[in-house]
């Protein structure tokens, strides 16, 4: 990898030294996480002992530069501590990647607007929806935004949202707005996450009611998230070069990985009790069949690990270098990831076979992995078949792509 002329300059290191610590507490939570994972099922939304415990290990600015008080990690930090957290409960995974990918985001918007975020003895939690575009109609010093936003990941545990708009004209023209940035206080919660995985997610829409949003709240299309300013303050950080999809799609993946080992941790413990059903084996483990099956599954999942850590390392080595991935890079990695992913469907269907019919009782967790890993599998950014276009049509230099550079 060469730099580019056209890519920020080389910035200070990524924090080091904190990762086996964490992963270490993550592991020490995961009795906690896996007793509430049914409560916080049933609610939808975090537990109160969970997140207090999550609080209490920093562990959500992981992401945010040290000049907010936050950890100033790199991106494969999140994802291996993501995984850690994925064996015991997904949905808690989730939240965590949901609200260090929003709340880095917010660092790299303009002066005024990180002063005002990031404000405070600890770094604020930000959240984001951006499936579907409100109005935003302009007014004096700023906009009127009414409308609602859905899959609100996290929503009840932040302090901040960044929503998705369309600046509406007077003579009835929209050009796109692209983000704004609205206090959770002044927003209303929808009720709305009723699904068959990650509900403990708080994945709920939220209202906002002709609320106002001053100008340098709002993020424009045309000067986007780490857009140059002139003599800006808040810059310097590596995370400040990198660059928004690749990064969160590449640490994202920790949660489905994590959700893939507790499955087949639980599944290969089953091996060692239960029977095959109509067979011989009182226990699967004497099948040849299932420690055939067993193996490859291992060994996928562990190829499946280092394509994606592999990931993570393009990005952090990119922001320390301040280098500038071309399109057939960035979609190059988009059909990695739609590897991974298609990969991982596979595999819970297979680790799910080993377990069984009994794998699909409320009473089993195993069925909780399956459900969350799956609803995961099938976030707008990770669709393998998209995916997998993007990276063919650049490969045959087809243009134009099916989604603009910003989103690949």
Sequence with gaps: MTVSTAASAPSASFTTGVLDDLLEQARALRPLLRAEAPKA?????????????????????????????GRGLPSIALQRL???????????AWVIQIINGCTWIASMTSDVLQEEIFTGAKPPRVCSSFAIPVPAVPVEGGYRVSGAWPYNSGVRQSSWGQYLVTIQHPDGTQTPGNFVYIPTAE????????????????????????????????????????????RKKHVGAA???????????????????????????????????????????????????????????????????????????????????????????RAEQKGRCALIVDMS???FDKIMFLGGSSAFMLT??????????????????????????IYGRAILGVEPNIAPDILI
């Design 41 to 69: 099922e049933a609610e939808r939304s975090m537990t109160d002992p969970v997140f207090t415990a999550l609080k209490d290990m920093e562990v959500f600015a992981l992401l945010t530069p040290t000049r907010w008080g």
């Design 82 to 92: 993501n995984r850690e957290l994925a064996k015991a409960d997904p949905s808690v």
């Design 187 to 230: 927003l209303t919660i929808d009720d709305t996450w009723f699904t068959a995985g990650l509900q403990g997610t708080s994945s709920d829409s939220v209202v906002a009611k002709d609320v106002f949003v001053p100008e340098h709240r709002m993020v424009h299309a045309a000067r986007s998230f780490g857009s140059p300013e002139t």
């Design 239 to 329: 995370s400040d070069n990198w660059k928004n999809i690749p990064l969160i799609r590449a640490a994202g993946l920790g949660v489905i990985i994590g959700a893939l080992e507790g499955a087949f941790e639980l599944a290969a413990a089953g091996a060692l009790k239960r029977g095959i059903p109509n067979t011989s084996y009182s226990k699967t483990k004497d099948s040849p069949v299932a420690q055939r099956n067993l193996g490859e599954i291992k060994a996928k999942l562990d190829a499946i690990i280092l394509l994606a850590e592999g990931l993570c390392t393009m990005q952090d080595e990119a922001a320390l270098a301040g280098y500038e991935f071309t399109p057939i890079e």
């Design 345 to 347: 469907t596979q595999l």
């Design 364 to 389: 089993n967790e195993l069925q909780r992995f399956w459900r969350d890993g799956n609803v995961a599998c099938r976030h707008a950014i990770n669709l393998p078949d998209p995916g997998y276009e």
